[in-house]
């Protein structure tokens, strides 16, 4: 009898031994899983955060492209100008190069404040746009039809 109870003390510890196992070893399988996806994850924002990068630099060359294209235009526009027509009085002026008069820019800004005051003298008589002249019914029935109490008063 004394030997049976070894043997059933050692099974019984053998199967919870067992058990221990099996559940630490789904725990570390689940945590390199979690780890393993973890490491695609941070892989995958690294690359996208070097194509956002890489898309920035293109657009900005793509810009510097396109803007010195366009100078290009404008002074190939402007000597064909002069050579075509030396005795027009059309002249090209190529924006950002040629400077600009102040009187002209200071005359731009005045006719902007005068007109911009005007609106705003008529805005703050007039009504808002978004009001509705006169009763559209919505809200309160047209004089014409009495309302529904009106009608089901006893006699």
């Known amino acids: ?16 031994g067992f058990i221990i196992a099996k559940l630490t070893a789904g725990r570390s399988q689940t945590d390199n899983a979690v780890t393993i996806k973890n490491q695609q994850l941070e892989a995958e924002m690294e690359q996208y955060k070097q194509d956002v990068e890489q898309h920035f630099a293109d657009s900005a060359n793509l810009l510097g492209n396109m803007a010195q294209e366009y100078s290009n235009v404008y002074k ?16 090209i002026k190529i924006p950002f190069i040629e400077p600009k008069e102040p009187s002209l820019v200071k005359e731009a800004l005045e006719e902007v404040e ?3 005051a005007a609106n705003d003298a008529k805005n703050d008589s007039a009504q808002p746009n978004d009001y509705v002249s006169g009763s559209h019914g919505i809200i309160n029935p047209p004089a014409d039809k009495a309302p ?3 009608e089901k008063k006893p006699a």
Not at 76 to 91: F, I
């Open 1 to 16: 009898m004394d030997w049976t109870i070894n043997i059933l003390f050692l099974v019984i510890g053998g199967a919870i």
């Open 76 to 91: 190939h526009m402007a000597q064909a100008q002069k050579s075509l027509l030396p005795d027009s009085d059309l002249t």
């Open 114 to 116: 005068i007109e911009a």
């Open 148 to 150: 529904l109490a009106e």
